[in-house]
Structure formats: C-alpha cells, structure tokens
C-alpha cells in the first residue's frame, strides 16, 4: 500500500514500510512504551520487538484519499497510566507523521499487548 501525492514535479510515492518505521521510531519515544509487541497468534504469546524490527508491531492503513490509519500493538511500562501514555503517543506520532509525510493521520488504534517493569 502507498499514499500518492502529486506536486507541479511530479509524483511522490510514500510505501507504508516508511511510515511503520517512522512512527515506530516515534512511538518507542514516547514515556511509558518500553517497546513494539509481536503477537503469535497461533501460541498467544506476545514478545518484546527488538529496535530494528519496529515495524512489525505496527500496520498501516492508506486511503485512496491519502488518509492514514495506524494500529500499534505496544508493551508499556508498569506503573504508568495508560490512558495517559496512549493520549502522549497518539498526539506525538499524529503530529510527525503528518510532518514526516505530508499526509493527514485519520485515526491511530492502540492495542496494549503486555505491560514490563523497568530498571
């Protein structure tokens, strides 16, 4: 999948690989998120995704109108509030997605897959 857009150049292709792992990068800086989450579906089992990896934690959705849809599968840290940490991760990654591309974020779903103490 890949948005489109068309400047008085030419055209701009965007592959939705680019935009996983930017807004994985973001993600993984926002407080509260320890990291990217892969889901086994088949065990159930959820595994801490390692830095070059980011972007299987993410699906990205693009619209004919160029509109993005953003699904994260996280792991967040114990003790924080996740309401917060999801509020803190989806105003950040809107906005530099939106930077970064240049196309608007319609919507970011947030699926918390597993929680981890800090040191």
């Known amino acids: 999948m890949r948005g489109n857009m068309s400047t008085e150049l030419g055209i701009i292709t965007v592959d939705s690989e680019v935009i996983a792992k930017y807004a994985g990068s973001v993600a993984v800086e926002c407080f509260g ?16 995704l390692k830095k070059e990896s980011l972007t299987h934690g993410i699906q990205v ?29 989806i105003s950040n990654v809107k906005y530099k997605v939106k930077e970064f591309t240049g196309m608007p974020v319609d919507k970011i779903n947030i699926y918390v897959e597993g929680v981890r103490v800090i040191d």
């Open 61 to 89: 959705g693009i619209s004919d109108d160029n509109r993005i849809t953003l699904d994260f599968h996280v792991i967040v840290a114990y003790g924080v509030s996740i309401s917060a940490v999801a509020d803190n991760l």
């Open 33 to 48: 998120i320890v990291g990217m989450a892969a889901v086994n579906v088949k065990d159930g089992l959820v595994r801490l």
